[in-house]
């Protein structure tokens, strides 16, 4: 059973940094898609980052440059380094696993299947 676990949210003011971590297990680590996703009150859920399984990455247009997607199979962990926190980050971050065999084309990362409890990122000004 995949099971993906979350930590690392927080409050912080605009400009700030936090790191987002998350544990999977039940499956091969490094031969899945992973990917950060958000989700603000009011709004669709949308796709934040995401590193396939040869450590390509890519990013939402709004977060480029910001943030950081990273992994680390031997721990079977996941990493979303986030700098420069705006008002507009605020938001549920979940990381999501998929064995699909393509995570992501150019900006364009789907939803994933597999989905952790989500943790809160809030940024104030």
């Known amino acids: 059973q995949v099971q993906l676990v979350e930590s690392g949210g927080g409050s912080v003011q605009a400009g700030g940094s936090l790191r987002l971590s998350c544990v999977a297990s039940?499956?091969?680590?490094?031969?899945?898609?992973m990917g950060w996703f958000r989700q603000a009150p009011g709004k669709e859920r949308e796709a934040v980052a995401g590193?396939?399984?040869?450590?390509?990455?890519a990013y939402a247009v709004s977060v480029k440059g910001r943030f950081t997607i990273a992994k680390d199979n031997a721990k079977n962990a996941l990493y979303l380094q986030m700098n420069s926190l705006k008002p507009e980050d605020t938001a549920m971050y979940y990381c999501?696993?998929?064995?699909?065999?393509?995570?992501?084309?150019?900006?364009?990362?789907?939803?994933?299947?597999?989905w952790g409890q989500g943790t809160q990122v809030t940024v104030s000004s």
């Open positions: 999501a696993a998929d064995d699909r065999l393509i995570c992501f084309s150019g900006s364009w990362i789907p939803e994933y299947h597999y």
């Open positions: 039940g499956y091969t680590h490094s031969s899945y898609c």
């Open positions: 590193i396939d399984t040869d450590g390509n990455t």
